[in-house]
Nanobody, 120 residues
Framework: QVHLAESGGGSVQAGGSLRLSCQAS?????MGWFRQAAGKEREGVAI????????DYLKTVQDRCMISRATVQGTLYLEMNSLNPEDTAIYSC????????????????WGHGTQVTVSS
């Protein structure tokens, strides 16, 4: 397994923006961001693998979200703007060998997560 460490979470006002980082101890072809709000199931937010031309996004965030990777350092980023209270959740990064999928069960490595709280 690869060790993943997220950072960059915190509290932000609605309409604000944030940038999350995920430092990986080793390179993995596929890395992604997932989030889990209180009382809800975890959902995929954005996934990116080096085999694709474009990353994929959750439909509710795709117009205000960007995932990027610094492949040499193995760092994954997530930038989100126009945040709203529905974005409040624990955001976790995940990694797997092979093509990206939206299925959490396909990911073998997970970070501990970072809390994002958006207030209205």
């Amino acid at each position: 397994q690869v060790h993943l460490a997220e950072s960059g979470g915190g509290s932000v006002q609605a309409g604000g923006s944030l940038r999350l980082s995920c430092q990986a101890s080793e390179y993995r072809n596929c890395m992604g961001w997932f989030r889990q709000a209180a009382g809800k199931e975890r959902e995929g937010v954005a996934i990116s693998d080096t085999g694709r031309c474009y990353p994929d996004y959750l439909k509710t965030v795709q117009d205000r979200c960007m995932i990027s990777r610094a492949t040499v350092q193995g760092t994954l980023y997530l930038e989100m703007n126009s945040l709203n209270p529905e974005d409040t959740a624990i955001y976790s990064c995940a990694a797997r060998i092979g093509d990206c999928t939206w299925s959490q069960r396909d990911y073998t490595s997970w970070g501990h997560g970072t809390q994002v709280t958006v207030s209205s």
